[in-house]
C-alpha cells in the first residue's frame, strides 16, 4: 500500500521517451493514464533540466482521449476551463473542480464503506455480487477517477466491451432481483 501512495517518478529523455523509474522500462502516454486510473500518482520531469513536465503531460492525455471520442468534458465545461484562463489569477475555476473532485471521491469512499462488512445487509446471499455491481458502476461512471477503492480485476483485463459489461450487470441485477423477491 505504501507503494501506492508514493508517486510513481517518469523521466523523459531528450529524444522525448519517457522512463519509468520504478520498472526501468520506456513507457507510452496510455501506459501513464493506465497508472493513473490504477489510482498512481505521477510525476514526470525532464532528465536534463529537471522541469516538471507532469501537467503538460496530463493535459496531453485527456486532449488525446477527447480526440478519440472519448468526451468526458462538455463544451460548456471546455469553454468555462478557457474562460477562467483569461480571468486575472485564473479566477476561483482551480479551487472549486479540486473541491469538486476530493468532494467526489469522499462520497465515493463513504457510500463503498457502507457497503462494508460492518453493514448487516453483508449476510443477506447474493450480497457481495451485489457489491461488486456497484463497485463496477460506480467505476464505469467516473471513469476510476477515485483512489479509495477499485473495482474487480477481471473486470479491467478481461477486454470485453462496455455494452458487453453492461449486459452482464443487468444479467447478475436481474438475478439478484430474484433471488431477493423469493426471500420475501
Do not use: C
Not at 453483508?122 to 456497484?134: D, H, L
Amino acid at each position: 500500500m505504501a507503494e501506492q501512495e508514493k508517486s510513481l517518478l517518469i523521466k523523459r529523455y531528450a529524444s522525448r521517451r519517457l522512463y519509468n523509474t520504478e520498472t526501468s522500462d520506456y513507457v507510452t502516454l496510455e501506459d501513464i493514464a493506465g497508472f493513473i486510473r490504477d489510482g498512481r500518482e505521477v510525476q514526470i520531469v525532464d532528465l536534463k533540466s529537471g522541469d516538471d513536465l507532469t501537467r503538460q503531460y496530463l493535459l496531453q492525455i485527456i486532449a488525446e482521449h477527447e480526440s478519440r471520442g472519448e468526451n468526458v468534458l462538455p463544451v460548456t465545461v471546455l469553454n468555462d476551463l478557457v474562460r477562467s484562463y483569461m480571468l486575472p489569477g485564473g479566477g476561483m475555476m482551480p479551487q472549486f473542480l479540486q473541491s469538486s473532485f476530493d468532494m467526489l471521491r469522499e462520497n465515493q469512499a463513504k457510500m463503498m464503506e457502507n457497503m462494508s462488512a460492518m453493514n448487516p445487509m453483508s449476510k443477506m446471499p447474493g450480497f457481495e455480487a451485489m457489491k461488486a455491481q456497484q463497485e463496477a458502476f460506480l467505476k464505469a461512471m467516473t471513469g476510476g477517477i477515485t483512489r479509495s477503492w477499485s473495482g474487480p480485476e477481471a473486470e479491467e483485463t478481461d477486454g470485453g466491451s462496455d455494452s458487453e459489461d453492461l449486459d452482464e450487470i443487468k444479467k447478475q441485477l436481474a438475478d439478484l432481483q430474484k433471488k431477493l423477491s423469493k426471500l420475501k
